[in-house]
């Protein structure tokens, strides 16, 4: 799965329709409101049991996923990346196990 990377949002944040890609059961999951770019949606609150993003595993990760299309790429927010350490090289983004 590709992800952007979003130092902007808090949680994981996963479509409808990605989710359902990804089999993933959440629809009795309390539903919350977000701010978005342009307004507040709703979204499901859910718990990832782990995220693996290029070799760095993070287990019990926060997230949401929101009643539609949008977005239509998943956005890697800082429930993952405040463990990790994110740095730059050139015009590579560059994430390192920060080990938490």
Same mark, same amino acid.
Request: no cysteine.
């Given at each position: 799965m +590709?992800?952007?990377?979003?130092t902007g +949002?808090?949680? #994981?944040t996963? &479509?409808?329709?990605?989710?359902?890609?990804?089999?993933?059961?959440?629809s009795?999951? =309390?539903?919350?409101?977000?701010?978005?770019? &342009? =307004?507040?949606?709703?979204?499901?609150?859910? #718990?990832? /049991? *782990?995220?693996?993003?290029?070799?760095?595993? =993070?287990? /019990?990760?926060?997230?949401? #996923?929101? @009643?539609? *299309? %949008?977005?239509?790429?998943?956005?890697?927010?800082? *429930?993952?990346? &405040? &463990?990790?350490?994110?740095? %730059? @090289?050139? @015009?590579?983004?560059?994430? =390192?196990?920060?080990?938490?």
């Amino acid at each position: 799965m +590709v992800f952007l990377i979003d130092t902007g +949002v808090t949680l #994981i944040t996963l &479509s409808a329709a990605t989710a359902k890609l990804l089999k993933l059961k959440y629809s009795k999951k =309390r539903v919350i409101p977000i701010q978005t770019a &342009s =307004r507040i949606e709703k979204a499901y609150r859910v #718990i990832f /049991d *782990s995220v693996r993003v290029a070799g760095i595993v =993070r287990l /019990d990760v926060a997230g949401v #996923i929101t @009643k539609g *299309s %949008q977005p239509p790429t998943p956005l890697l927010g800082t *429930s993952f990346l &405040s &463990s990790i350490h994110v740095g %730059q @090289k050139d @015009k590579y983004m560059l994430l =390192r196990d920060g080990g938490d």
